[in-house]
């Protein structure tokens, strides 16, 4: 059963400080993985996508990472801005039965002004 | 539409009645997912279409939730006899096709469902 793990649950950092958010997942049969933001009250937001094939994908401040053999992906934000602030959530498109994303418990980040 | 959408937004119910969630995904979408976020928690699996068919329902809590689709498009989500364990986020996204390594999750704005 395809299980996902981010690490930490939750960081404080001031204005300006660049910053990796760590996920990891233990089944590797994975078709992608998805960095999500989730703002208090509101859905998610789909960040970024890695394909299986792919190893990383960037989008302004934002850079993500892929190791398949190792099971684990991580989320590199540059010149953290309190805008930032949000739950970030990450998800592996797995199939067991049929495809469908699994997700973990996100981390919660608070950029200080 | 333009997004997904998602009614009711909120819902307060009495314990025991049903409730029905609906969702209607992105036009042209033929993937759609349930999810289910309790207060704090991360995103819980309940059930996912593939156009009308659902593939996997393991992730659906008991036999009170169903959930069908109907012509691809709009899904709704039921859930009978309602419990306050129920209450929750109940999210629902769409995407063009599961089955395409490519293809963006699209997340509704949830229905905030409390059972009292």
């Known amino acids: 059963k395809q299980e996902v793990t981010q690490i930490p649950a939750a960081l404080s950092v001031p204005e300006g400080e660049n910053l990796v958010l760590n996920c990891s997942f233990t089944?590797?049969?994975?078709?992608?993985l998805q960095w999500f933001r989730q703002d208090p009250g509101k859905g998610l937001t789909s960040l970024l996508l890695?394909?299986?094939?792919?190893r990383e994908q960037t989008s302004g401040r934002l850079n993500a990472s892929l190791d398949k053999s190792s099971g684990r992906s991580t989320l590199y934000i540059a010149a953290s801005q309190p805008g930032d602030s949000a739950t970030y959530l990450c998800a592996v498109g797995t199939y067991t039965g049929g495809f469908k994303t699994i997700f973990g418990a996100g981390t919660r980040l608070f950029v200080k002004a | 539409g333009a997004g997904v959408s998602q009614s009711p937004s909120n819902k307060v119910t009495e314990k025991g009645k049903d409730v029905e969630l609906r969702c209607d995904p992105i036009s042209g979408h033929t993937a759609l997912y349930w999810y289910r976020q309790s207060l704090g928690q991360g995103l819980e699996f309940l059930i996912y279409f593939q156009g009308n068919s659902a593939p996997d329902k393991s992730g659906l809590p008991s036999d009170r939730f169903s959930a069908e689709r109907t012509g691809g498009s709009v899904s709704t989500l039921t859930i009978q006899r309602t419990q306050q364990e129920d209450s929750a986020v109940y999210l629902c996204?769409?995407?063009?096709?599961?089955?395409?390594?490519?293809?963006?999750?699209?997340f509704g704005e949830g229905s905030w469902l409390t059972v009292v």
């Open positions: 996204a769409s995407s063009m096709d599961s089955s395409q390594p490519w293809n963006t999750i699209y």
């Open positions: 089944d590797s049969a994975i078709y992608n």
């Open positions: 890695i394909q299986s094939s792919q």
